[in-house]
């Protein structure tokens, strides 16, 4: 076998690049950040979330996953776009989204969904430009059930750009990458 046709077929090879590691007191406080910000949202406390926990230059996004054959990485894909995604928010559309949620208009949401976001594999390093910020990976599943026998199961990974603001951490960037090729859900109006 040539050695073109093995680094074809073999997985990601690369070598990871090592980062500094967080002292293990502000890893910690991410992780709790994290988690907290996940019990948030599953009480519905949106508007504070919104308020408490994002900054104002957010950058919210979950763009549409491609599958590709190993042999294509790093080539073009003709007739895409790569800034095409389920949605692209700044901190001014999420507050629209918001405000459209607290009218109780938005029939998916009427009755309530019971919804729990689950995290895991939480790894958290400093940006690369020395601006102090922190990236945070982590994995996620949403269980989201409505009425009776409507559930829906969503997995994927996020990865968040955390700044501190008054001693606290916000979100300055979120990245939402669901595991779904196509997102079976009938819609994703939840907030991850």
Not at 27 to 46: N, P, Q, T
Not at 134 to 155: G, K, L, P, S, W
């Amino acid at each position: 076998m040539s050695a073109a046709i093995a680094k074809i077929n073999a997985v990601n090879s690369e070598p990871l690049i090592e980062r500094e590691q967080l002292p293990q007191e502000l890893m910690y406080s991410v992780e709790r950040h994290l988690i907290r910000e996940a019990r948030i949202l599953d009480e519905e406390r949106i508007r504070y979330w919104y308020e408490n926990f994002l900054t104002e230059d957010i950058m919210y996004s979950m763009p549409t996953p491609v599958s590709r054959y190993r042999r294509e990485k790093g080539k073009p894909l003709p007739g895409t776009n790569p800034g095409s995604g389920a949605y692209m928010d700044n901190y001014e559309l999420l507050g629209m989204r918001i405000a459209r949620l607290e009218t109780g208009l938005v029939w998916m949401e009427d009755p309530q969904n019971a919804i729990r976001r689950f995290l895991t594999n939480i790894d958290a390093e400093y940006a690369e430009d020395g601006s102090g910020d922190v990236i945070a990976y982590c994995n996620f599943m949403v269980y989201r059930n409505r009425r009776q026998r409507d559930e829906t199961v969503t997995y994927g990974h996020k990865v968040d750009r955390l700044r501190q603001v008054d001693g606290k951490w916000r979100c300055s960037q979120r990245t939402i990458h669901m595991d779904q090729r196509v997102i079976l859900d009938k819609n994703v109006t939840f907030f991850l």
